[in-house]
């Protein structure tokens, strides 16, 4: 086991040896590695996930670096799985990480293989795409979690995990139930959601920000552009709200221990006395 004996041996020290092997074997995937995918990727990688696929279309932009884990001055402008790859592998050089520079839709997904995963995680932002995810994932017997908006949220005391169809108060979670109902379709099988009932109001107004380190989708060039500076609020995104880092983090922190609560009760069951 070599050095990996010594940085899972608080892990071990909890877990035990069963689950830990357990944990070095299966195969997780982890949609959008922004405010909450990037933290719930690190916990899964610092507990003893040894198989992990991050999949991230996005550059770090300036305005990742109050949330995002990877994102700091150093790595603007880097493509945002790589950054957070090199990150992961810091904390164990072993772990196989294999980082994916690419959108999930129509067109990519079977390309992704799901079928192949033990763990599927979303934390995606579209909601075509997201809806998309919780069909295919519901139907691979892969476990599959996902994470409602974590944004105009303060309150981390009212985080919450539920079954998708038993979410309240989450404007994300409602619109996609919507939508499924309009295409009168539902997810093969029930699945857990973290999410907050919550909801506050930006404060501020969308606007860029104002400098040469934007990175946004539509901008008008490169880094270091001077159009960057003038140029109207160019995120790809519908709308965008205002988040904060120990938010997003407590939800991709949570979604981690769902998968290792999951992984501990699988073993336990196959290590009880019939």
Known sequence: M???????NRSQLLLGAEVMQRMSQVRVIIFGVGGVGSWCAESLVRSGISHLTIVDS???????INRQLMATMDTVGQ??????????????????????????????????????????????????DKLLLVEMACRTKAVFFSSMGAALKIDPTRVKVAEFWKVQGCPLARAMRQRFKRLKRRPARKFLCVYSDELLQNKGCNATCGTSHCMCPKAAGGPGDAALLNHEWCSSK????????????????????????????EVSA?????
């Open 270 to 274: 196959l290590c009880s006395p019939a």
């Open 58 to 64: 996005d550059r770090v932009c300036i305005t990742n």
């Open 238 to 265: 519908a709308q965008i709200n205002g988040s904060l880092m120990h938010i997003t983090a407590m939800f991709g922190l949570t979604i981690a221990g769902l998968v290792i609560r999951h992984l501990n009760d």
């Open 2 to 8: 070599g050095i990996e004996k010594g940085i899972f």
């Open 79 to 128: 493509v945002k799985v790589d950054a957070l790859k090199q990150r992961l592998l810091t904390i164990n050089p072993h772990a196989e990480i294999d980082a994916r520079q690419q959108i999930f839709s129509e067109d990519t997904a079977a390309g992704f293989q799901l079928e192949t995963y033990d763990y599927i995680i979303d934390a995606i932002d579209s909601l075509k």
